[in-house]
C-alpha cells in the first residue's frame, strides 16, 4: 500500500466507517412490503395492474412530464424510445464514448450501428462542440439526409447520457442536433431526481430514459421508463412495449412487431413505493457530496466532482478525479480500498475500446480516456447519511 492509497482508504473510512462498504445499495424503509403484499392478494403480480399505472402517473408528476411508460429495465427502455423515433437498421446513431456499456448495446438491438464522440471535460457528458467538429469532418449533408463521408451510412440520432447524475449541457447538445437534423433521445439512467434549471433531465430530448436498476437513485428490483411530452410518441411507446396488441376483449390482433418489454405490476408496486422517499434519496445523497468534499478538500492528489452551476445533480455516484501525475495511483488505491472492503470503483472502459466496438466509427476520445484513467467512483449509498460523521 502507497502512502496515497493509505490516506484515500482513511479518508473514505471517515464517511464510511462500517465494516464493507458496496458503491450503491437500496434503501427500503417505506411501504414497499405493503404494497408488494397487495399485489400478491389481489392476484395482480405479472403484466396487468394498478400499480403500474399508478407508478406511470406518479413518475410523470414528479419528473414533469406529460408521459411516461414502465418498462422491463431501462437497456430495453432505450432500445424502444430509438425504435420509436424512428431510428432503422444500418443507421447510425451517436453515443458518447464514456458511458456504461447499455447504451450502445441498446442502439445495436436496434440494429442500428453505435458511433462514438467524446464527452467534455467540465459535465463528462456529450461535448456539443466535439460533436460539430466531428459531424462537420466527417458528415455530409445530401437532400436534408446527414451521411457519414466513410462509411456511407446515415447518422440520425444522438443519445446524450447525464454521467454519474450530473447533467450533461443539453443547450449545446440541442443546437448542434438542430443544425444537422438529428433525433435526440437521452439516456438519463443515472440521472432521476436531476434537473437542468427546473426542467428535469429526460425531457430536452424527443425522448428520456430513465433506469430503477437495484444499484440506482431508486429501484424496482429491475425497470425503467420512459419519459416524453410527445403523446402520439407516449401511445406508441407504450403500444410497442405492450406486443403491440390491438385492444379487444377477447381477439388477439396485433397490427406492428411488438416487444414485451413491459413492468409487471409487483415491479411497479416497489417503484410506487420507492418513489414515495426519493426526494429524501436525493437530498440525501446531496448531503453526501458536501461530506466527502469537506473529507478530501486538503488533499493535493485531487478533486471530489461537484455539480455544475445552472443544474441540480441527483449525485447519484459520488466521484473524485485524479490529479493528471497521480493518475498512475489509481489501481493502487483500488485495490487497498477493496482489501479494506471498501468497493471503491474506477469509471467504465471507454466504449470504443471495448472488443464488440472496436470496428465502429469513432471520433477521437482523449476526454474520455483521460477521465477513464482518473476518476474513482465512491460508496454513495443515501443510507451512509443515516450514520455519525463528525
Ligand atoms: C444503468 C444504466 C443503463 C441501463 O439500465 P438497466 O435498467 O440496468 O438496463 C443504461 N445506461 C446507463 C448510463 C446506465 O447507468
Not at 403484466?47 to 411508460?69: C, H, I, N, P
Not at 447518422?155 to 433525433?183: C, N, Q
Not at 486538503?298 to 459520488?318: A, C, I, M
Not at 466509427?361 to 484513467?373: G, H, K, N
Amino acid at each position: 500500500m502507497t502512502a496515497i492509497a493509505r490516506d484515500f482508504v482513511s479518508l473514505v473510512r471517515q464517511v464510511v466507517p462500517g465494516e464493507r462498504a458496496t458503491l450503491h445499495e437500496p434503501v427500503f424503509g417505506g411501504n414497499e412490503k405493503k404494497y408488494l403484499l397487495e399485489c400478491i392478494d389481489s392476484g395482480y403480480v405479472s403484466s396487468v395492474g394498478q400499480f403500474v399505472t399508478r407508478f406511470e402517473k406518479d413518475l410523470a408528476t414528479y419528473v414533469g412530464a406529460e408521459y411516461a411508460v414502465a418498462v422491463s429495465n431501462g437497456t430495453v427502455g432505450l432500445q424502444l424510445a430509438l425504435v420509436a423515433s424512428g431510428v432503422q437498421p444500418g443507421q447510425e446513431v451517436l453515443v458518447p464514448a464514456l458511458s456504461f456499456v447499455a447504451t450502445a448495446n441498446a442502439v445495436s438491438h436496434t440494429g442500428a450501428i453505435a458511433h462514438f464522440v467524446d464527452v467534455d471535460p467540465e459535465t463528462w457528458g456529450l461535448d456539443p462542440v466535439a460533436l460539430r467538429i466531428h459531424l462537420q469532418s466527417i458528415g455530409r449533408l445530401d437532400s436534408g439526409k446527414l451521411l457519414n463521408k466513410n462509411t456511407g451510412r446515415e447518422i440520425v440520432a444522438v443519445v446524450p447520457m447525464h454521467t454519474l447524475g450530473h447533467p450533461v449541457d443539453m443547450a449545446g447538445i440541442l443546437e448542434v442536433s438542430a443544425e444537422f437534423g438529428l433525433i435526440v433521445v437521452e439516456d438519463a439512467a443515472e440521472s432521476l431526481g436531476s434537473f437542468i434549471g427546473d426542467v428535469h433531465t429526460g425531457l430536452f430530448g424527443t425522448v428520456g430514459m430513465l433506469s430503477f436498476n437495484g444499484n440506482k437513485t431508486m429501484t424496482t428490483g429491475g425497470g425503467g421508463a420512459l419519459v416524453t411530452n410527445d403523446e402520439n410518441l407516449a401511445r406508441k411507446l407504450k403500444h410497442l412495449s405492450t406486443t403491440a396488441r390491438v385492444p379487444h376483449r377477447w381477439s388477439f390482433d396485433h397490427d406492428d412487431i411488438g416487444f414485451n418489454f413491459r413492468m409487471p405490476n409487483t415491479n411497479a408496486a416497489l417503484g410506487v413505493a420507492q418513489l414515495e422517499q426519493l426526494p429524501g434519496f436525493v437530498t440525501k445523497q446531496r448531503a453526501l457530496f458536501s461530506r466527502y468534499e469537506q473529507v478530501f478538500s486538503h488533499v493535493d492528489f485531487g478533486v471530489v466532482k461537484e455539480e455544475r452551476q445552472g443544474t441540480r445533480s441527483n449525485y447519484w455516484l459520488q466521484a473524485l478525479l485524479l490529479d493528471p501525475h497521480h493518475a498512475s495511483d489509481r489501481d493502487v488505491i483500488l485495490d487497498s480500498a477493496h482489501d479494506a472492503g471498501i468497493a471503491l470503483r474506477p469509471l467504465w472502459n471507454p466504449l470504443n475500446e471495448l472488443s464488440p466496438y472496436l470496428a465502429h466509427p469513432s471520433a477521437p476520445t482523449p476526454v474520455t480516456q483521460d477521465l477513464c484513467a482518473r476518476v474513482i467512483c465512491l460508496p454513495s449509498s443515501a443510507s451512509l447519511m443515516d450514520v455519525a460523521f463528525s
